[in-house]
Every structure is written in structure tokens, then in C-alpha cells.
């Protein structure tokens, strides 16, 4: 069965850096667009970020255009976030989640992990 | 990015249907997009329900029962969810999401109430 395992949540301080991993299990991570969403403390779904599976097409939030950097590494079968220059509105759980589609530059989410918690505070 | 209107609530009795709207920007034409849903539940992540962008061209979940069903209303540029035979395991948040241009967005959500 498809699993997503995020981690490297934390509490860190505004301006700092923090990276996120999803552990992916279940399903060919490598043939699968990944993507990254979150969800700040009682608000609605945001959309961060997608990779395709390939890692050659990437999109951001404009949110978060040129202070998160989303990759992969399909050898470790991982999805990461790369969070520069925090800001206090970055603080949510943060869900990756799988591309519904194989072999697609990015389709819609459809198995979603259970999320890793950023909080960012002085 | 266009972000798709979603009514902050909805309620409906158990057994009726329950018809959940996402009104896209009116620059964007709903004929020419998939729309995805939904489901979240407190403490829980997301589950996708459904994507619909025609009757020909429309898929389900793993596990999602039938009585979620999409559709379109196009003279009002919407996405539409319908869940049928509403029962009180349905009462939760319902995100439609969609890919206007280079990023996909998220409505703001609907919370469906079962009375």
C-alpha cells in the first residue's frame, strides 16, 4: 500500500532554514509527480509546490517562489523541501503527497502523507 | 493565481444529497479544466474523492464510494459535487482543486454539515 512518511518539522526561528522529507513506499516513486501542500493552524489547503517525476518540470506557489526549493532523489526513493527565509505565514503542516498520473509532468494528488508540523516563532 | 470560490458551508439532512459548488474565476472557462475533490476530516489528512472533466473523462478514488459523483454547470462556471444518500461519516471540509496556469490551486473550502 502507497505510504508518505514527511519529517523534519520543527519550531525555528523567522529567517532560518529548515528541509522537509517525504519517505515514499507502495507505488514507483520514480514514475510519479510529487507534490508538497499545507495547512496552517484552522485555515484551508494550500498548494506549495510539484516535481515531476523526472524532476525536470518544478512549480511553486508564489507564495513561496525563491524561498522553497522542492527536488528528489528517486535512488532514496525521497521527496524534500527546501524552506529558506522562513517567514511566520509559513507556519502549517506540511502533507507531500503523490501525482495521481505516472509519467506526467503533474497531475492532482491523490494518496497524501500524514503531514510534519512547521512552526516558525522567535 | 485564480483562485476557485467555494461557499464557506453547506448542510443537508441524512439520506438527501448534498450539492457542493466551485465557482471558477470568470477569465478561466470550466469546460477546459479538471476539477479534483476533497475530502478532509479533523486531524486528518486530505482524501481524494474524484476528478471530473467530462463524463467521458472522470475517475474515482481507491475505495471512494459512488455516491460522490462530479460534475460541471457551465453556464454558472462551476465545478460541482454531488454526494448522494448524505450519511453523518460525511460531515467534514471539502477542498476543489484545479490547475488554472504553471501552479495548482486550492478553493477555500466548504463545511459540509450533516443535521
Known amino acids: 500500500q502507497v505510504q508518505l512518511v514527511e519529517s523534519g518539522g520543527g519550531v525555528v526561528q523567522p529567517g532560518r532554514s529548515l528541509r522537509l522529507s517525504c519517505a515514499a513506499s507502495?507505488?514507483?516513486?520514480?514514475?510519479?509527480?510529487m507534490h508538497w501542500v499545507r495547512q496552517a493552524p484552522g485555515k484551508g489547503l494550500e498548494w506549495v509546490a510539484v516535481l515531476s517525476y523526472d524532476g525536470t518540470h518544478k512549480f511553486y506557489a508564489d507564495s513561496v517562489k525563491g524561498r522553497f526549493t522542492i527536488s528528489r532523489d528517486n535512488s532514496k526513493n525521497t521527496l524534500y523541501l527546501q524552506m529558506n527565509n522562513l517567514r511566520a505565514e509559513d507556519t502549517a503542516i506540511y502533507y507531500c503527497?503523490?501525482?495521481?498520473?505516472?509519467?506526467?509532468?503533474?497531475?492532482?494528488?491523490?494518496?497524501w502523507g500524514q503531514g510534519t508540523l512547521v512552526t516558525v516563532s522567535s | 493565481q485564480s483562485v476557485p470560490t467555494q461557499p464557506p458551508s453547506s448542510s443537508a439532512s441524512p439520506g438527501e444529497s448534498a450539492r457542493l459548488t466551485c465557482t471558477l474565476p470568470?477569465?478561466?472557462?470550466?469546460?477546459?479544466?479538471?476539477i479534483y475533490w476533497y475530502q478532509q476530516k479533523p486531524g486528518s489528512p486530505p482524501r481524494f474523492l474524484l476528478y471530473y472533466y467530462s463524463d467521458s473523462d472522470k475517475g474515482q478514488g481507491s475505495g471512494v464510494p459512488s455516491r460522490f459523483s462530479g460534475s460541471k454547470d457551465a453556464s454558472g462556471n462551476a465545478g460541482i459535487l454531488v454526494i448522494s444518500g448524505l450519511q453523518s461519516e460525511d460531515e467534514a471540509d471539502y477542498y476543489c482543486?484545479?490547475?488554472?496556469?504553471?501552479?495548482?490551486?486550492f478553493g477555500g473550502g466548504t463545511k459540509l454539515t450533516v443535521l
Open positions: 482543486m484545479i490547475w488554472p496556469s504553471d501552479a495548482w490551486v
Open positions: 470568470s477569465d478561466i472557462n470550466v469546460a477546459h479544466y479538471n
Open positions: 503527497a503523490k501525482d495521481i498520473l505516472a509519467y506526467t509532468s503533474s497531475t492532482g494528488p491523490d494518496y
Open positions: 507502495g507505488f514507483t516513486f520514480n514514475s510519479h509527480g
